[in-house]
């Protein structure tokens, strides 16, 4: 190839450039239009966040594809303009489980985009309460990793919480070694919470073997105590890294590739459906022989599909516990209405704890 066909490349390269940016500010230009008409027709009680409608947008995103950008990256470049589109609305504020750098702030940021402003809390009920006080318009709390587990804490925060689960976000977990050190030889200590020295055992054995490993509170504290001392590395996400200048001595050290944390999102109003969604439930029964078979039953005679059910302790008694379910659909549709309807009538406690879009990515 020579420098004419460069040129000619380039040039084009460039007028495509123009198209688009063009493109983008009219999109946002229509936004600002779509924040008048709403503030005009309900004033200060006017809703710019649409999570079905964006559910809605990226799942035509990746169905119109054809490369050669993936689907992934073309939806996280639509997701980035749809958040810098809202913020010329209404600047978002997000709570999430903190501190700044951890996997929780870097799912904020997948599903919100990069326009909002993210506010790290100490502890889940925290989140919580950031949003039912309205400080926050919604927060951000993880719920189950594929190799952990539930989180219970969050969990048993539902049960009492007024607030609906309005999203939820899957997030590929990659653990990555880093400091501010030249070679892997240099490492004299190692910092992370404990589940991330736990799902990284394997490479620490074979790799840093008698390296001595201290349990920290969380990824971002581990980063910050091996940027300020020497000898130290830590093991955390690339987002900590970033935020605390540490150069990345390994990447992806993770024992499991597919090591995967869902994150619910958690706000004041209810979602309508987005035609691909899960409801989630908490539901409790009375302890006698058969019961949660009698619970679950209206669900297989509307042929309702359950995807996930997990008991707590109910607190209320010894040995009395509430499950909570996923199911498939909205609880607007037909079949899931009148499903839910017979599984109320079962219950001894029954609450509907959101239905929101299915994780598009």
């Given at each position: 190839?020579?420098?004419?066909?460069?040129?000619?490349?380039?040039?084009?390269?460039?007028?495509?450039?123009?198209?688009?940016?063009?493109?983008?500010?009219?999109?946002?230009?229509?936004?600002?239009e779509v924040a008048?008409?709403?503030?005009?027709?309900?004033?200060?009680?006017?809703?710019?966040?649409?999570?079905?409608?964006?559910?809605?947008?990226?799942?035509?995103?990746?169905?119109?594809?054809?490369?050669?950008?993936?689907?992934?990256?073309?939806?996280?470049?639509?997701?980035?303009?749809?958040?810098?589109?809202?913020?010329?609305?209404?600047?978002?504020?997000?709570?999430?489980?903190?501190?700044?750098?951890?996997?929780?702030?870097?799912?904020?940021?997948?599903?919100?985009?990069?326009?909002?402003?993210?506010?790290?809390?100490?502890?889940?009920?925290?989140?919580?309460?950031?949003?039912?006080?309205?400080?926050?318009?919604?927060?951000?709390?993880?719920?189950?990793?594929?190799?952990?587990?539930?989180?219970?804490?969050?969990?048993?925060?539902?049960?009492?919480?007024?607030?609906?689960?309005?999203?939820?976000?899957e997030l590929r977990?990659?653990?990555?070694?880093?400091?501010?050190?030249?070679?892997?030889?240099?490492?004299?200590?190692?910092?992370?919470?404990?589940?991330?020295?736990?799902?990284?055992?394997?490479?620490?054995?074979?790799?840093?073997?008698?390296?001595?490993?201290?349990?920290?509170?969380?990824?971002?504290?581990?980063?910050?105590?091996?940027?300020?001392?020497?000898?130290?590395?830590?093991?955390?996400?690339?987002?900590?890294?970033?935020?605390?200048?540490?150069?990345?001595?390994?990447?992806?050290?993770?024992?499991?590739?597919?090591?995967?944390?869902?994150?619910?999102?958690?706000?004041?109003?209810?979602?309508?459906?987005?035609?691909?969604?899960?409801?989630?439930?908490?539901?409790?029964?009375?302890?006698?022989?058969?019961?949660?078979?009698?619970?679950?039953?209206?669900?297989?005679?509307?042929?309702?599909?359950?995807?996930?059910?997990?008991?707590?302790?109910?607190?209320?008694?010894?040995?009395?516990?509430?499950?909570?379910?996923?199911?498939?659909?909205?609880?607007?549709?037909?079949?899931?209405?009148?499903?839910?309807?017979?599984l109320a009538a079962?219950?001894?406690?029954?609450?509907?704890?959101?239905?929101?879009?299915?994780?598009?990515?």
């Open positions: 190839m020579n420098e004419e066909q460069l040129l000619a490349i380039r040039q084009r390269i460039d007028v495509l450039d123009e198209q688009v940016q063009t493109l983008i500010n009219e999109r946002a230009a229509l936004a600002q008048r008409v709403k503030i005009a027709a309900e004033g200060d009680d006017a809703v710019f966040y649409r999570p079905e409608r964006e559910a809605q947008v990226l799942r035509k995103v990746l169905e119109r594809n054809a490369g050669p950008l993936s689907g992934e990256e073309m939806a996280r470049l639509f997701r980035e303009i749809m958040s810098a589109c809202l913020a010329l609305e209404r600047p978002m504020r997000i709570a999430f489980l903190g501190p700044e750098g951890t996997f929780t702030q870097a799912a904020a940021l997948k599903h919100f985009g990069h326009s909002v402003r993210t506010i790290p809390l100490a502890a889940i009920d925290e989140v919580f309460r950031e949003v039912e006080a309205g400080s926050a318009d919604y927060g951000v709390v993880p719920v189950e990793n594929s190799t952990g587990g539930m989180v219970n804490h969050t969990l048993d925060t539902l049960i009492n919480s007024p607030l609906k689960i309005c999203g939820e976000v977990i990659h653990q990555h070694l880093m400091g501010r050190l030249a070679e892997l030889k240099d490492v004299r200590r190692i910092y992370s919470h404990s589940q991330s020295l736990a799902q990284c055992r394997e490479w620490l054995d074979g790799h840093l073997a008698g390296i001595e490993r201290v349990d920290v509170s969380s990824n971002a504290e581990a980063a910050r105590r091996a940027a300020a001392e020497e000898g130290a590395a830590a093991i955390a996400g690339e987002v900590a890294a970033e935020l605390y200048g540490l150069g990345i001595l390994a990447r992806n050290i993770e024992d499991q590739p597919n090591n995967t944390t869902r994150f619910l999102i958690v706000g004041r109003k209810a979602v309508p459906p987005s035609g691909c969604d899960k409801t989630s439930l908490l539901v409790a029964t009375r302890n006698k022989p058969g019961a949660l078979y009698h619970l679950l039953e209206p669900l297989a005679q509307t042929g309702v599909s359950m995807t996930r059910i997990e008991s707590r302790p109910s607190r209320q008694g010894m040995w009395e516990y509430v499950f909570f379910l996923d199911i498939e659909g909205h609880a607007q549709e037909e079949k899931i209405a009148q499903a839910l309807k017979d079962e219950a001894s406690l029954f609450k509907v704890l959101g239905s929101y879009p299915k994780a598009v990515l």
